[in-house]
């Protein structure tokens, strides 16, 4: 431990900040002033966390400011919280620091605890303890099969172009069929030095391949459907809602119904928070290009399938169009709306979850 200053007195309130790796996290502690008085390197194994919440344990600490809570201070953060810790996230370093003092871990660590004694970061971490991290964790191997799959689609499209011409002619046109059909390929293993054997083979190896995906996709969407249906019953009634949205929108939110307090904030996180674009004689507004970007996508296609489903949102758009308002403008419009609306279903279904 490196000391600084003489500690506070135990009474008063300190705020700690962690820089956080792959191996190590870095842990400082700065008095309600500023100054840091300790700062220690703790490893990230199940011992190490222990460690350092132990550590923290000797003096009465406000907050914590977490980097990356989720990814490399997940862990930190699930055992933070456990601890009765407030838990911030830490996700942008301050850049006049960095210029000027340069980057090292513990100057990151308290840079991190500086920016949640001033305010500058206030975003509580997400709640990782409970269904809505199973959801996402769910996700995340769903999303990388999809990937494969599509990415194995191709591949054996390409393959049966330069296939030879007579067993290209009986693999189909589409990669679908394609795939289907070369299932039942039987290449010979004797004579894989003849290209037409050598094509079989390769064909029949990415058929297996996107049928094994596709029973994966298929087992983890029932995995999802059952837990999305049982955690966002309200968010899955409003119009073009589906399973995927639903997750991709419980993920972005996470399980801590206070997290985002108003639907002001939610549209700023999903990227369609209205803010001005004017010059000149041109007066209009544009969205937001930041927040969640995957959640972002989801408005938008709830946005484009309400547009061809559901009259209330056909109606709005003939209506303002009418007025005078571009069609591009009225659908930006449009997604404010939407925000509005998802966030307070998602604000009940995140209680009511809260209350079992």
């Known amino acids: 431990m490196t000391s600084m200053t003489t500690a506070p007195a135990s009474m008063q309130a300190v705020f700690a900040g962690v820089d956080t790796h792959k191996r190590t996290h870095h842990a400082a502690v700065i008095d309600a002033d500023g100054r ?76 991190a605890a500086e920016a949640v004694r001033v305010g500058r970061a206030t975003t509580a971490a997400k709640d990782r303890r409970g269904v809505i991290e199973s959801i996402r964790l769910l996700q995340v191997a769903r999303s990388s099969a999809v990937k494969a799959r ?48 050598a094509a079989k083979t390769a064909l029949r190896s990415l058929a297996r391949r996107i049928a094994d995906l596709d029973t ?63 010059s000149g004689q041109s007066h209009r507004m544009r969205l937001h290009r930041g927040g969640d970007r995957q959640a972002n996508k989801t408005i938008h296609m709830i946005a484009v399938g309400r547009l061809r489903h559901h009259q209330d949102a056909i109606d709005y758009l003939q ?16 997604k404010r709306h939407i925000a509005r609306e998802l966030h307070g279903a998602l604000k009940a279904d995140l209680r009511a979850l809260d209350a079992i």
């Open 36 to 111: 840091r008085f300790a700062d220690r390197q703790f490893a990230t194994s199940a011992a190490g966390l222990a460690a350092l919440v132990a550590w923290l344990a000797q003096w009465r600490v406000a907050a914590v400011g977490v980097e990356q809570t989720g990814t490399y201070g997940a862990g930190l953060s699930v055992a933070l919280a456990g601890a009765g810790h407030e838990v911030i996230d830490v996700n942008t370093p301050d850049l006049r620091v960095r210029a000027s003092l340069g980057k090292s871990d513990p100057i990151d660590a308290v840079m």
């Open 150 to 197: 599509t990415a194995a689609l191709v591949q054996i499209g390409s393959v049966a172009i330069i296939a030879p011409p007579a067993l290209r002619e009986r693999l189909g046109t589409s990669n679908r069929q394609i795939a289907r059909t070369s299932l039942g390929l039987r290449p010979d293993p004797t004579r894989l030095s003849e290209p037409d054997q």
């Open 216 to 278: 994966e996709i298929s087992n983890l969407d029932a995995s999802l459907t059952g837990l999305v249906r049982a955690t966002a019953p309200r968010l899955l009634a409003r119009p073009q809602v589906g399973i995927h949205a639903a997750a991709q929108l419980l993920v972005t939110a996470g399980q801590n119904p206070e997290r985002i307090a108003t639907d002001a904030a939610f549209a700023r996180l999903v990227g369609v928070a209205p803010i001005p674009a004017s």
């Open 319 to 334: 209506r303002r169009t009418s007025e005078g308002l571009s069609k591009k403008d009225t659908i930006r419009a449009m």
